[in-house]
């Protein structure tokens, strides 16, 4: 069975099968064959161990030798035995005590020993936790000692779990825990932390706060429970809490993933204070260079500060923003505000100028449906063909053609013939023969808007050809 050929192996299975005597278990064969590297040999072991459940789940240092496999096969069948078997206190304490000898032996260097130590921990607190509730303490403090992290996290789930209450462990454990290498450990450290009295947690405010913007992940959302149970009793804690940790998340952040934690601690817990946060505070957060805090000052805008406050130029900046959802609430001010954006259509229609392409689509759309001849006055249709955005000023080409009134024609001329683009400057030349000739001081003003046409290189033939045109005309009267 020792030998590394599969060949060799196989035919010391069937020579095995021959020889094994079940009213004789050969408990030596069974550990080679449950820690082999080969399948069918751990399958045989199995077998045999699941049709006399009663005799081997007794056999102590057996069982302990497979919760400490490698294998994760066998860990899963370990456990099934486990599930399964009717021990007594005595029974349930001897193989706790021989697994917790074994993992203490383990060389942190030793192949696989971290994952066979998370196995078997994870095999101990399932099915035998009893057990581990009433050991001696010194046992958790040496699994702690450990050089194998997954033996410390076993020495955590002892301490998390024992019928001790944490403010009677020895001193020193709990700090200890909280300073541990180890995040399991960690983790397990602050639990235990939060689960002291009341009124030692509220005198220990500092800490929990020290918890809430630690350089560790496991323990900031560890305390997250802790500030939860005290904020529903004591709303002063939680409103100091999110007073101190506010501008954590519109530095730089310090630790990975630290911003995400705190915003999940301030709309979480403490998601009761923020209504008292005020509206400059929330305005700086959404101007922030960090994404969750503009999240965060976004989720306290929808909360706190009602659309009517918000000016429309504030209104239009959230729909230039990168958030697709602070651009959608952007576009629903305008839908539910209409009365109000047609009033103030000289700001309005700078929606027409958003940097993203969603939020020009959605303006193109509403202007369209909600704006009619008396609110596209001369002034604001030629505000939207002064955009430097083509799409824009195509937009506002079509609006004077469909809102065009006679009597603004020579308005409209002399405004668009100061546009700087060629398409403008084009668009005026229809406006020429009708609201410029046998007008010597109206072609006065226009004679800069000429020269520009005309100096073109390689560009606006139609256009130079029409100003030519005209200006022949109009000099041979």
Same mark, same amino acid.
């Given at each position: 069975?020792?030998?590394?050929?599969?060949?060799?192996?196989?035919?010391?299975?069937?020579?095995?099968?021959?020889?094994?005597?079940?009213?004789?278990?050969?408990?030596?064969?069974?550990?080679?064959?449950?820690?082999?590297?080969?399948?069918?040999?751990?399958?045989?072991?199995?077998?045999?161990?699941?049709?006399?459940?009663?005799?081997?789940?007794?056999?102590?240092?057996?069982?302990?030798?497979?919760?400490?496999?490698?294998?994760?096969?066998?860990?899963?069948?370990?456990?099934?035995?486990?599930?399964?078997?009717?021990?007594?206190?005595?029974?349930?304490?001897?193989?706790?005590?021989?697994?917790?000898?074994?993992?203490?032996?383990?060389?942190?260097?030793?192949?696989?020993?971290?994952?066979?130590?998370?196995?078997?921990?994870?095999?101990?607190?399932?099915?035998?936790?009893?057990?581990?509730?009433?050991?001696?303490?010194?046992?958790?403090?040496?699994?702690?000692?450990?050089?194998?992290?997954?033996?410390?996290?076993?020495?955590?789930?002892?301490?998390?779990?024992?019928?001790?209450?944490?403010?009677?462990?020895?001193?020193?454990?709990?700090?200890?825990?909280?300073?541990?290498?180890?995040?399991?450990?960690?983790?397990?450290?602050?639990?235990?932390? &939060?689960?002291?009295?009341?009124?030692?947690?509220?005198?220990?405010?500092?800490?929990?706060?020290? @918890?809430?913007?630690?350089?560790?992940?496991?323990?900031?959302?560890?305390?997250?429970?802790?500030?939860?149970?005290?904020?529903?009793?004591?709303?002063?804690? &939680?409103?100091?809490?999110?007073?101190?940790?506010?501008?954590?998340?519109?530095?730089?952040?310090?630790?990975? &993933?630290?911003?995400?934690?705190?915003?999940?601690?301030?709309?979480?817990?403490?998601?009761?204070?923020?209504?008292?946060?005020?509206?400059?505070?929330?305005?700086?957060?959404?101007?922030?260079?960090?994404?969750?805090?503009?999240?965060?000052?976004?989720?306290?805008?929808?909360?706190?500060?009602?659309?009517?406050?918000?000016?429309?130029?504030?209104?239009?900046?959230?729909?230039?923003?990168?958030?697709?959802?602070?651009?959608?609430?952007?576009?629903?001010?305008?839908?539910?505000?209409?009365?109000?954006?047609?009033?103030?259509? &000289?700001?309005?229609?700078?929606?027409?100028?958003?940097?993203?392409?969603?939020?020009?689509? @959605?303006?193109?759309?509403?202007?369209?449906?909600?704006?009619?001849?008396?609110?596209?006055?001369?002034?604001?249709?030629?505000?939207?063909?002064?955009?430097?955005?083509?799409?824009?000023?195509?937009?506002?080409?079509?609006?004077?053609?469909? @809102?065009?009134?006679?009597?603004?024609?020579?308005?409209?001329?002399?405004?668009?013939?100061?546009?700087?683009?060629?398409?403008?400057?084009?668009?005026?030349?229809?406006?020429?023969?009708?609201?410029?000739?046998?007008?010597?001081?109206?072609?006065?003003?226009?004679?800069?808007?000429?020269?520009?046409?005309?100096?073109?290189?390689?560009?606006?033939?139609?256009?130079?050809?029409?100003?030519?045109?005209?200006?022949?005309?109009?000099?041979?009267?």
């Amino acid at each position: 069975m020792s030998q590394p050929y599969p060949s060799t192996t196989r035919l010391s299975l069937q020579v095995a099968r021959q020889l094994y005597d079940p009213n004789q278990p050969n408990l030596a064969l069974l550990r080679l064959l449950a820690q082999h590297a080969l399948r069918d040999a751990r399958e045989l072991a199995r077998k045999w161990v699941m049709d006399q459940p009663d005799f081997f789940i007794r056999q102590i240092n057996f069982i302990a030798e497979l919760i400490l496999t490698e294998h994760p096969d066998v860990q899963d069948w370990t456990r099934q035995l486990l599930s399964q078997a009717t021990l007594s206190e005595a029974e349930t304490r001897r193989i706790v005590l021989q697994c917790i000898a074994q993992l203490l032996s383990l060389e942190a260097t030793a192949s696989n020993a971290d994952a066979r130590a998370g196995a078997a921990a994870q095999t101990l607190a399932g099915f035998l936790m009893p057990a581990l509730r009433t050991l001696n303490l010194d046992v958790a403090q040496d699994l702690l000692a450990s050089p194998v992290p997954n033996v410390q996290t076993l020495g955590a789930i002892i301490l998390l779990n024992h019928a001790t209450p944490p403010d009677q462990l020895p001193q020193g454990v709990l700090a200890a825990l909280i300073q541990s290498p180890t995040p399991q450990v960690r983790q397990a450290g602050v639990r235990l932390f &939060g689960r002291l009295p009341e009124a030692k947690l509220l005198e220990n405010y500092a800490v929990i706060a020290a @918890f809430c913007v630690s350089p560790y992940s496991e323990v900031r959302q560890a305390a997250q429970p802790i500030v939860q149970g005290l904020v529903e009793k004591h709303p002063d804690f &939680g409103q100091n809490l999110l007073t101190e940790l506010l501008p954590y998340l519109s530095r730089r952040e310090a630790y990975e &993933g630290l911003h995400e934690d705190l915003f999940q601690l301030f709309t979480g817990p403490l998601d009761g204070f923020g209504s008292r946060i005020d509206r400059e505070t929330t305005l700086q957060l959404l101007l922030s260079g960090h994404a969750f805090a503009q999240q965060y000052g976004f989720a306290l805008l929808q909360k706190n500060i009602p659309p009517e406050q918000l000016s429309v130029r504030q209104i239009i900046w959230l729909a230039n923003h990168e958030m697709l959802g602070m651009r959608r609430y952007a576009w629903q001010i305008f839908n539910d505000q209409t009365p109000r954006m047609q009033a103030e259509s &000289g700001e309005s229609i700078r929606l027409l100028d958003a940097r993203w392409e969603d939020s020009r689509a @959605f303006a193109f759309d509403y202007f369209r449906t909600h704006f009619t001849d008396a609110h596209w006055t001369p002034q604001v249709l030629v505000s939207v063909c002064d955009s430097t955005r083509e799409d824009v000023q195509a937009f506002g080409r079509e609006l004077i053609t469909k @809102f065009f009134q006679e009597e603004n024609g020579a308005d409209y001329l002399l405004q668009l013939s100061q546009h700087p683009t060629h398409r403008m400057q084009h668009f005026a030349t229809h406006y020429l023969e009708q609201y410029a000739a046998d007008q010597p001081e109206r072609m006065a003003q226009l004679s800069g808007y000429f020269i520009t046409v005309l100096s073109q290189v390689n560009k606006g033939s139609v256009s130079k050809t029409r100003v030519l045109h005209f200006l022949r005309t109009e000099g041979l009267k």
